[in-house]
């Protein structure tokens, strides 16, 4: 009977063939066309010529780039500690038994992660604004300035660090998204576990520490990949707020990729910082993964995976003393 209905794997590749081939050509064509663009000296229009390396030693000594990089960094730590941490503490107090209409907080929550990015920075940029700004009229409301003019311009380096401010939307938008994500997770641990804590006399930041956090530490792991891997390609935002101003000082790598490839014309150049926004991304993942798998594991995992590997050790190098003597004999 279940043969009867099983499809051919002619259908099954057919079915298979589209999706792959369309992100063949959406990601690897042009990763493998930005890599040979790199090796040339490209101005725009059917001339290119070959330069070989110039273009990533030129890049190596590259002070704006590795700047971008820098503030891609400071993203990445930002927003793992204000878009993560603030969505789990939220997290925690909607599973709370005195919070009412959950689905509604989790509604309102996410509604910001719907907006676009671009949006999103306009609406910021508003909200910074030196003469109209909600953030300056509130401070003149306080008694803080005597007036708007007197306020803070926000999106000037000289107010306050840049990156923390172009930092707070991020932070703001992606929340709610974090927030779906962990809440899922805290859904699926079996409520038994967490009234066994609590009866055992365990508070609220106990079982968020002790309880709550290493059984969803995968999930922990998924979100905090996908923070760096968002932030890593920040663009949106900050071209909506400061275009990398003043100066470079808010200058990410995506943003100065797209300057030098569009409105300097230097389009080998630009396929070099593609490569270079790739291999570094691919390496800060990496990293992060390999640091977060060490520091989320206890202490007591450790030294039983430890202990399991020398006892798998141990067993194969008797199997082999074994199988060396039964042939010996033989």
């Known amino acids: 009977m279940l043969q009867s209905i099983k499809p051919k794997r002619s259908v099954i590749f057919a079915y298979l063939i589209v999706p792959v081939v369309l992100f063949v050509f959406t990601v690897f064509v042009p990763l493998v066309a930005a890599l040979i663009y790199s090796f040339t000296n490209w101005k725009g229009g059917p001339t290119k010529t070959f330069n070989g390396i110039q273009n990533y030693i030129d890049l190596f000594h590259d002070n704006v780039f590795w700047l971008s990089f820098g503030n891609n960094i400071f993203l990445v730590v930002a927003c793992i500690i204000g878009q993560i941490g603030i969505a789990f503490i939220l997290v925690m107090l909607i599973n709370s038994k005195l919070v009412k209409l959950k689905g509604i907080h989790r509604t309102f929550g996410f509604f910001p992660s ?24 509130a401070l003149v409301q306080l008694g803080k300035y005597s007036s708007a003019k007197n306020a803070p311009i926000w999106l000037d380096n000289s107010a306050a660090p840049i990156m923390l401010i172009l930092a707070i939307p991020l932070i703001w938008q992606y929340i709610g998204y974090y927030m779906v994500i962990i809440l899922s997770a805290v859904s699926s641990i079996d409520t038994e576990v967490l009234e066994s804590a609590e009866i055992d006399g365990a508070s609220g930041f106990k079982r968020a520490r002790y309880v709550v956090l290493p059984l969803i530490r995968n999930t922990l792991l998924v979100c905090m990949t996908l923070c760096i891997a968002g932030n890593m390609k920040a663009f949106d935002n900050i071209y909506a707020m400061t275009e990398g101003g003043p100066g470079y000082d808010s200058m990410v790598m995506a943003l100065y990729g797209y300057k030098v490839s569009f409105e300097q014309s230097n389009l080998g150049y630009g396929s070099t910082i593609s490569v270079g926004i790739f291999v570094l991304s691919l390496a800060v993942i990496g990293g992060s993964q390999f640091l977060l798998n060490y520091f989320m594991v206890d202490k007591y995992d450790r030294a039983e995976a430890k202990a399991k590997k020398i006892q798998d050790k141990q067993a194969r190098a008797a199997y082999k003393a074994r199988m060396a003597e039964m042939k010996g004999r033989g």
């Open 114 to 137: 719907t907006i676009s990015a671009l949006c999103v920075g306009f609406i910021w940029s508003m909200i910074y604004d030196q003469r109209r700004g909600l953030i300056n009229w």
